[in-house]
Nanobody, 123 residues
Framework: QVQVVESGGGSVQAGGSLRLSCGLSGSVFRLDSMGWYRQAPGKQRELVAIISTLNNIGNTNYAESVKGRFTISRDNAKNTIYLQMNILKAEDSAVYYC??????????????WGQGTLVTVSS
């Protein structure tokens, strides 16, 4: 079973920082990308940041609301990504979910989600 597991959530004051981690376990034929999404009450899940995990490729995309404050990075050898969140704002409060898109061992598109980690920013 392919899984992703997040860690690093917590409660911080506005202006503070948190670092989230997400690791993928299990076997896939090809891992294409991993990313972070978040969902706040009453809102749809939204993309926060995504990074390509193909060999020697590290293209990134960020939500406009986090550009300049959040940084996504990868350790392909560990199938792990990180999200460094700086200058946190109250509106960043949400459950953050890790996502991975891969080609399964059966060569079918596979999308997996973690259980989420709660980030609460107090203003």
């Amino acid at each position: 079973q392919v899984q992703v597991v997040e860690s690093g959530g917590g409660s911080v004051q506005a202006g503070g920082s948190l670092r989230l981690s997400c690791g993928l376990s299990g076997s896939v034929f090809r891992l294409d990308s991993m990313g972070w999404y978040r969902q706040a009450p009453g809102k749809q899940r939204e993309l926060v940041a995504i990074i390509s995990t193909l060999n020697n490729i590290g293209n990134t995309n960020y939500a406009e609301s986090v550009k300049g404050r959040f940084t996504i990075s990868r350790d392909n050898a560990k199938n792990t990504i990180y999200l460094q969140m700086n200058i946190l704002k109250a509106e960043d409060s949400a459950v953050y979910y890790c996502n991975a898109v891969a080609l399964s061992s059966q060569l079918r598109r596979l999308e997996v989600w973690g259980q989420g980690t709660l980030v609460t920013v107090s203003s």
